[in-house]
């Protein structure tokens, strides 16, 4: 038995002389087969090793009862940088890589990000510090300008990079941590949920005002989205040019559900409410008035002709 663990342990000596003889040298550097395949192995090592543990990290961060979804982000982050730091200066020790040896790629590597990797640092520092100051957080509805114009879309996730806000039709916006930083953004549920509606609505000239306003605040209240308080509310907006212009305001706890259903819905009761009323809704109108001329009598005196003919 010893025999044999001798001639093994011989081989594995040939074995390891044999791949360490092949080697090249560059400078004062000796590099080996050998020296190649442990390198490899414990990069490797070290990175799956660090996937693995930020894994774990992060689940049991999300196991913490004690903090809210966006402290439980910000945790996640800072522990998954902190774990891949750890296992880049584990690996350096390991292979036994002096720091100082590193001076001329760092150097080059801070040129790099100062150039190239800008961006990308810059959004990763301005995802810390909005999951820090709780300026946006997942689960809050802010305004997304499409192009088109501002339409509302919910945070789905705060990444390193980028933000992740979804729309009510299913579109999915990724924008840069940095613009949300530097940019005005509208937060719809920074400090309270409770977003305020306003419905414009108008009824025609000679209807009765006080009757209009009993009735649409009865459809704003049969809307189910739609809070009691602050019960709704209507105010006479201006006499316009063809109609009397009123506003609907009303209260909703659930912006992330849109607020196009609730105008619907109401605009839809006010409409049945007021033909079972018999308010009028207007369409508009002009009066047209002429002038007496010489001209005009004319063509009356034209028409007339025409009509006995």
Request: charged share 20%.
């Amino acid at each position: 038995m010893n025999r044999q663990m001798r001639e093994l342990a011989r081989a594995l000596r040939d074995a390891r002389e044999a791949i360490d003889s092949v080697s090249i040298d560059i400078g004062h550097y000796h590099i080996s087969l050998l020296n190649a395949v442990w390198m490899a192995f414990v990069v490797l090592c070290a990175f799956y090793g660090a996937r693995l543990a930020a894994r774990i990290a992060r689940i049991m961060v999300r196991r913490i009862g004690t903090l809210d979804p966006t402290q439980k982000v910000l945790t996640e982050k800072l522990v998954t940088m902190a774990v891949w730091a750890l296992a880049f200066f584990t690996a350096i020790d390991v292979l036994g890589i002096s720091l100082t040896a590193l001076t001329v790629f760092s150097g080059a590597f801070g040129l790099a990000i100062g150039f190239g990797l800008q961006k990308t640092f810059g959004n990763m520092i301005a995802g810390i510090i909005l999951l820090m100051d709780r300026s946006i957080k997942p689960g809050d509805v802010i305004a997304v300008n499409d192009g088109k114009g501002n339409t509302f879309g919910e945070v789905k996730k705060i990444g390193l990079r980028a933000v992740s806000v979804t729309t009510r039709d299913n579109r999915e916006y990724l924008i840069p941590n940095e613009i949300l930083m530097t940019s005005q953004v509208e937060n719809w549920s920074y400090s309270s949920r409770e977003v305020g509606v306003s419905i414009p609505i108008g009824i025609a000239y000679g209807s009765d005002i006080d009757q209009a306003e009993r009735l649409l605040i009865e459809a704003a209240k049969s809307s189910p989205r739609v809070l009691a308080s602050p019960p709704p509310s209507v105010l006479l907006s201006s006499f316009g040019p063809n109609a009397i212009e009123m506003v609907v305001y009303c209260t909703i706890g659930d912006p992330e559900m849109g607020v196009v259903n609730v105008r619907s819905q109401v605009l839809k009761a006010a409409w049945h409410l007021f033909r079972e009323h018999n308010v009028e809704i207007p369409f508009p109108q002009s009066d047209v008035h002429l002038r007496d001329s010489d001209g005009l009598r004319e063509v009356a005196r034209i028409l007339a002709g025409k009509r006995e003919g």
